[in-house]
């Protein structure tokens, strides 16, 4: 947290953190983290494992980000997410997501038993504590950018922020760029952009 508040003040013109009134400042690098995780599949923010399918459902780890990148397989063969309401009776290798019980699960379309392989993004960091366990992204200052549409509309609700949220797109872009040849077996999923209808970073 320290670097990013240092990199959002230089970008406001500061030449340090003020001592007080940023904890707003806080809030938006995180909303900005947690955006830019979900945009790509980052090398960094995916991890493996397996999960069991019992009577055609299976429970996702606790850390699963629905709204992120996964790709579920039985074997060799990919399954492919469908909407519930567009489930194919027919179809032995379509699934499609709930949240159920306090879990997020992936039902099979035909009810089978098998242990599938799951590669998926995980929860983005949270900034608050120093959880050594996950992977932080790459770049500081592309957080930080995406933090600037939202200290634009903070300051003033009338303002137009799409040139702040133009560049972070931007800078996102230039992040990935290095990993855009990495393919992944199945499907993937919707980016945040995708799900929700607005750009990233439009807050």
């Keep these: 947290m320290p670097q990013l508040m240092t990199e959002l003040s230089y970008l406001l013109g500061e030449v340090s953190v003020p001592t007080s009134g940023v904890d707003s400042r806080k809030t938006f690098l995180q909303r900005a983290l947690e955006d830019a995780w979900k945009v790509y599949p980052w090398p960094f923010s995916l991890t493996d494992t397996t999960i069991s399918f019992v009577g055609g459902v299976a429970t996702l780890p606790d850390d699963f980000l629905p709204e992120g990148h996964y790709y579920l397989a039985k074997g060799s063969t990919a399954l492919t997410e469908t909407e519930y309401n567009q489930r194919n009776a027919t179809a032995d290798t ?13 039902v099979l379309i035909n009810s089978t038993d098998f242990v599938g392989d799951l590669r998926y993004q995980y929860n983005a960091p949270d900034l608050t504590t120093s959880d050594t366990k996950k992977a932080f992204y790459t770049n500081p200052k592309t957080i930080a950018l995406g933090a600037m549409p939202q200290v634009t509309k903070a300051d003033n609700p009338e ?3 799409s040139q ?10 230039e992040d ?3 990993f855009n040849r990495i393919r992944t077996r199945g499907k993937r999923a919707h980016s945040i952009t995708e799900r929700s209808g607005h750009a990233t970073g439009s807050y």
């Design 94 to 106: 379509s699934y499609y997501l709930r949240f159920q019980d306090g879990d997020y699960q992936a």
């Design 159 to 161: 303002a137009d922020n």
């Design 164 to 173: 702040d949220i133009a560049i972070f797109q931007s800078a996102l872009q």
């Design 176 to 178: 990935y760029s290095p």
